[in-house]
């Protein structure tokens, strides 16, 4: 049963900090990974897909890696505003069980002004 | 629409009441899942359906629990005879592909069975 983890589970940091959320997964059969950010009481908004090829990929201040053979995934704020504050969730898409997307249980981060 | 909407946002049932909660996902998107949130955890996958068919229902906790996608458009997430247990947000995504596409989430039905 694929076990994805995310470290740390709760980050706070002065604004301008750059930082990294970190995500592993015990299954590397994916066809992809992709990072959501949650607001409290909303839905999961789409940060950046990867897929399986791929090795990174990049949108503004984010930069999300991908080493799928360690199982491992890291997401990069760089610059960080107190607009980042939220809740950052990685899901892997896995070749295993019909293609349902499993998920972490989040890393909550404060971006303090 | 432009994105994922679900209906209502918010339910408040009795013990023991049906409930029936909507999806309607992007314009085009074959692919659409449900997935139940309890309060500060990850999502975790209940149902997937590929158009009108359900491929995969194995997440789903109880018979109580049914989704339905006739016309391969509009889902339907319903609970029959609601417990306390089954207070959690329900979340829907949809995708364009089926297996390498980007899921895209709605704002969730927020249930609170009292």
């Known amino acids: 049963k694929q076990e994805v983890t995310q470290i740390p589970a709760a980050l706070s940091v002065p604004e301008g900090e750059n930082l990294v959320l970190n995500c592993s997964f015990t299954d590397s059969a994916i066809y992809n990974l992709q990072w959501f950010r949650q607001d409290p009481g909303k839905g999961l908004t789409s940060l950046l897909l990867i897929q399986s090829s791929q090795r990174e990929q990049t949108s503004g201040r984010l930069n999300a890696s991908l080493d799928k053979s360690s199982g491992r995934s890291t997401l990069y704020i760089a610059a960080s505003q107190p607009g980042d504050s939220a809740t950052y969730l990685c899901?892997?898409?896995?070749?295993?069980?019909?293609?349902?997307?499993?998920f972490g249980e989040g890393t909550q981060l404060t971006v303090n002004p | 629409g432009a994105g994922v909407s679900q209906s209502p946002r918010y339910k408040v049932a009795k013990r023991g009441q049906d409930v029936a909660l909507r999806c309607d996902p992007i314009s085009g998107h074959v692919s659409l899942f449900w997935y139940q949130q309890a309060l500060g955890q990850g999502p975790e996958f209940l149902t997937y359906f590929q158009n009108e068919a359900q491929l995969d229902k194995s997440g789903l906790p109880s018979d109580r629990f049914f989704a339905e996608r006739p016309e391969g458009s509009v889902s339907t997430l319903k609970i029959q005879r609601t417990q306390q247990e089954d207070s959690a947000v329900y979340l829907c995504a949809s995708s364009l592909e089926w297996l390498t596409g980007e899921l895209f989430f709605g704002e969730g039905s927020r249930l609170t069975v009292l």
């Open positions: 899901a892997v898409r896995q070749e295993t069980s019909g293609s349902r997307l499993t």
